[in-house]
Structures are given as C-alpha cells and as structure tokens.
T-cell receptor, first 113, second 111 residues
Framework: EPEVTQTPSHQVTQMGQEVILRCVPI?????FYWYRQILGQKVEFLVS????????KSEIFDDQFSVERPDGSNFTLKIRSTKLEDSAMYFC???????????FGSGTRLTVV | KQEVTQIPAALSVPEGENLVLNCSFT??????LQWFRQDPGKGLTSLLL?????REQTSGRLNASLDKSSGRSTLYIAASQPGDSATYLC??????????FGKGTKLTVNP
C-alpha cells in the first residue's frame, strides 16, 4: 500500500536554529499538508499545498514557517528560527482531494532545546 | 468554527468486549469524517472514511456510523483485543481541504 514517508523520525535542535522537515507524499496525490501535535494535545492543521502554492494556512503558520515542493517528489517544511514551543510531532499528509481521505506519514518528532 | 469532541477521553475494557467510541462535531456541513488510530509516539493510521452522503462504513471488526444532521459519529469495535489498545482520533473535513481533529479516546484492552 502506498505510504507517505517522513524524515528524519527524530530531530533535536537548538533554539534559534533553522530546521527542515522532509516528506515524500504519495505519488498520484494532489494535495499536501503539514499538521503538528504538541504532546498531549490535539492534532492541529498548519498548511495545505496544491498546484505548487499554499491553498490554506492556519494562524500557527506564521512567517517563521515555509513550505516548498523542490522537485516532483519531496515536500518540505522549514522553520526558520525555532522556539521552545515549536517542540512537537510534525505530520505530513497527502490526499487525492475531493474528500477522498488523507494518508499520514509516521511523523517527525522535533525537540527544541 | 468547527469543533470536534470525543467522549470518553479514556476507556479500559476486558478483552472480548464490544465497545463504542463517540465523536461529535459542531458544524454539520462536512465533506467526510475519518477515524484514525494512533499508537504512542507514532503516526496516524486511517481506519475508516465516511463520506457525507454515507451512513456507515465497515472494515473487519470496526464499524463507523455517521449522523451528519445531529453532528455525531460512532466507532464500534467488536470483540476487542489487546492489540486494539491505542488512541482513536476522529477528524472531519469541512468546506476546505483541512481536517479538524478531536482530542481522541485512549483505549486500553486488558487481557
């Protein structure tokens, strides 16, 4: 069964450093997403990406965050200057769109120290 | 603004029991509802997807129902097993592509 692949599985970074989280969505999917889950809290939407541009973003997705699809397979989330409160599990997901459901990756656990 | 609530927050049952997990949402204008399973520290595994025009979906021992007008869904697990122990998340997709999640029900099935 097709999978969404995320790397790395764990990342520890110092406050103020830039991090890039990487994802390979399912190849025939059209929509790509990033979500995050702070420990003990709900899974929260960050951003959706369609047709090489951001289609929707949440209030969490401020100027510190950016997304990119640098080639035909990868989808990345960059956090420019990490804060302690950015520590969370970050999930990438993809979908065909049209309400056909999501497939999530296994997540990247980001710890900012 | 869509809000999703899951009750109970935690549930502990003996092996073999049938059980029901509940999900409610405030805005009935949804495209679909999806149930996920999350093991500790792991990703989200999709269990069942119910389109807004459907009433229920079944997969093995799992059955999910949707009552869009009342803003409710239930996940029924038959003959529970210790391997079913996990957190079960309900998520709805409304007028955009994003999902809104509940906080989940943590299920423990005791041998």
């Amino acid at each position: 069964e097709p999978e969404v692949t995320q790397t790395p599985s764990h990342q520890v970074t110092q406050m103020g450093q830039e991090v890039i989280l990487r994802c390979v969505p399912i190849s025939n999917h059209l929509y790509f997403y990033w979500y995050r889950q702070i420990l003990g809290q709900k899974v929260e939407f960050l951003v959706s990406f369609y047709n090489n541009e951001i289609s929707e973003k949440s209030e969490i997705f401020d100027d510190q965050f950016s997304v990119e699809r640098p080639d035909g397979s990868n989808f990345t989330l960059k956090i420019r200057s990490t804060k302690l409160e950015d520590s969370a599990m970050y999930f990438c997901a993809s979908s065909e769109g049209g309400g056909l459901g999501y497939t999530f990756g296994s997540g990247t656990r980001l710890t900012v120290v | 603004k869509q809000e999703v609530t899951q009750i109970p927050a935690a549930l502990s049952v003996p092996e073999g029991e049938n059980l029901v997990l509940n999900c409610s949402f405030t805005d009935s204008a949804i495209y679909n509802l999806q149930w996920f399973r999350q093991d500790p520290g792991k990703g989200l595994t999709s269990l069942l997807l119910i389109q807004s025009s459907q009433r229920e979906q079944t997969s093995g021992r799992l059955n999910a129902s949707l009552d869009k007008s009342s803003g409710r869904s239930t996940l029924y697990i038959a003959a529970s097993q210790p391997g079913d122990s996990a957190t079960y998340l309900c998520a709805v997709q409304g007028g955009s592509e994003k999902l809104v999640f509940g906080k989940g029900t943590k299920l423990t099935v005791n041998p």
